[in-house]
T-cell receptor, first 115, second 112 residues
Framework: GAVVSQHPSWVICKSGTSVKIECRSL??????MFWYRQFPKQSLMLMAT?????????EQGVEKDKFLINHASLTLSTLTVTSAHPEDSSFYIC???????????FGPGTRLTVL | TQLLEQSPQFLSIQEGENLTVYCNSS?????LQWYRQEPGEGPVLLVT?????EVKKLKRLTFQFGDARKDSSLHITAAQPGDTGLYLC????????????FGDGTTLTVKP
């Protein structure tokens, strides 16, 4: 149980294009999902908290117009990197938390490379 | 701001050795999770501890939650190369908007 999927697992795009990453909880409902960014050999950096049916809460320093988050259902959240630039290249990971409980279950991550 | 200090940051040991990773904080957590992450993959949940003083065992891994729910340890007995990875602890509270506080991680390398 508690499986979270992410799609795509990797993506390469040209500078200036937008990329959408999907995060799905496959066997449970998640009122809250989180989006993280991770640099090599470092811990997770929280970007934003996504709540179903409401606006996402962004961490300080994260541009909400750059990283658009939509949490349209209890099993799906999407992160869109708009007008991507090479510095946006990174490993993006989502997590989902069950309606009850505070354990986060992570997706497998998406490797974004912007050329 | 809640902080979770994890140590050591890097650990390189021989197969068969024992090791302990620590997570310490001045904050009280409602629960604490330990994850293991391999390169290019997402963190995989190993355990959740919720009760002060709780000890959980997962094969060769022993997890302990401090009595005051401010700290935790992960002990691995007879480490194997398959234990290699990044170990992360994460503390959750009811008062942090549902967010967890993550340690900086411990990169473990077990040499055959």
């Amino acid at each position: 149980g508690a499986v979270v999927s992410q799609h795509p697992s990797w993506v390469i795009c040209k500078s200036g294009t937008s990329v959408k990453i999907e995060c799905r909880s496959l066997d449970f409902q998640a009122t809250t999902m989180f989006w993280y960014r991770q640099f090599p050999k470092q811990s997770l950096m929280l970007m934003a908290t996504s709540n179903e049916g409401s606006k996402a809460t962004y961490e300080q320093g994260v541009e909400k117009d750059k990283f658009l988050i939509n949490h349209a259902s209890l099993t799906l959240s999407t992160l869109t990197v708009t007008s991507a630039h090479p510095e946006d290249s990174s490993f993006y990971i989502c997590s989902a938390r069950m309606v009850r409980g505070d354990t986060q279950y992570f997706g497998p991550g998406t490797r974004l490379t912007v050329l | 701001t809640q902080l979770l200090e994890q140590s050591p940051q890097f650990l390189s040991i021989q197969e068969g050795e024992n090791l302990t990773v620590y997570c310490n904080s001045s904050s009280v957590f409602s629960s604490l999770q330990w994850y293991r992450q391999e390169p290019g993959e997402g963190p995989v949940l190993l355990v959740t501890v919720v009760t002060g003083g709780e000890v959980k065992k997962l094969k060769r891994l022993t997890f302990q939650f401090g009595d005051a729910r401010k700290d935790s340890s992960l002990h691995i007995t007879a480490a194997q190369p398959g234990d290699t990875g990044l170990y992360l602890c994460a503390g959750a509270t009811w008062t942090n908007a549902g967010k967890s506080t993550f340690g900086d991680g411990t990169t473990l390398t077990v040499k055959p």
